[in-house]
């Protein structure tokens, strides 16, 4: 299985193929477009990323071993958001998720090319992941 550290520099090669910033706001709105479906039951208070301006809604499966998540928002761009951080963070272990750093932000430009609302969104979201992933790995201690 592919590392954390793996997918970011997978992710930020993708985003060195565009030009400009025109060009990657599109490719998040497309990626965003393919996030799997998000069941109408997960839509609820506690799956609710806080933060956020747009509505984003962050479901968590598994355990400290590997976490799964599932993320819907009601906004496009921010949907893309939530598709290369499930690409990042998804499906790891809660110890790799906490002791990896987002350098793809950084690398990608999407701390200098987000609105600061968007930029918050994204920051909001990731304190969730890994809140969950902390989370998860205080449940694995105490058993």
Same mark, same amino acid.
Not at 73 to 88: C, E, H, K
């Given at each position: 299985m592919q590392t954390i550290a793996s997918a970011q520099t997978? #992710?930020? !090669?993708?985003?060195?193929f565009f030009d400009d910033w025109i060009d990657r706001y599109q490719y998040l709105i497309d990626i965003g477009r393919k996030l799997p479906e998000f069941k109408p039951e997960w839509r609820t208070e506690a799956n609710r990323v806080q933060g956020c301006q747009s509505q984003v809604w962050l479901?968590? /499966?598994? +355990?400290?071993?590997?976490?799964?998540f599932d993320?819907?928002? *009601?906004?496009?761009?921010? !949907?893309?958001?939530?598709?290369? #951080?499930?690409?990042?963070?998804?499906? $790891?272990p809660a110890r790799e998720i906490l002791d990896t750093p987002p350098s793809f932000i950084t690398e990608i430009g999407l701390d200098?090319?987000? !609105?600061? /609302? $968007?930029? +918050?969104g994204l920051h909001a979201m990731l304190r969730t992941i890994k809140a969950r992933a902390a989370a998860a790995l205080?449940?694995? *201690?105490?058993?």
């Open positions: 997978d #992710l930020i !090669s993708e985003f060195q479901h968590t /499966t598994g +355990n400290a071993a590997r976490l799964h993320a819907i928002s *009601d906004s496009a761009i921010v !949907s893309g958001l939530i598709a290369i #951080l499930l690409r990042v963070y998804g499906d $790891r200098s090319h987000l !609105s600061p /609302t $968007r930029s +918050n205080e449940q694995a *201690d105490g058993q």
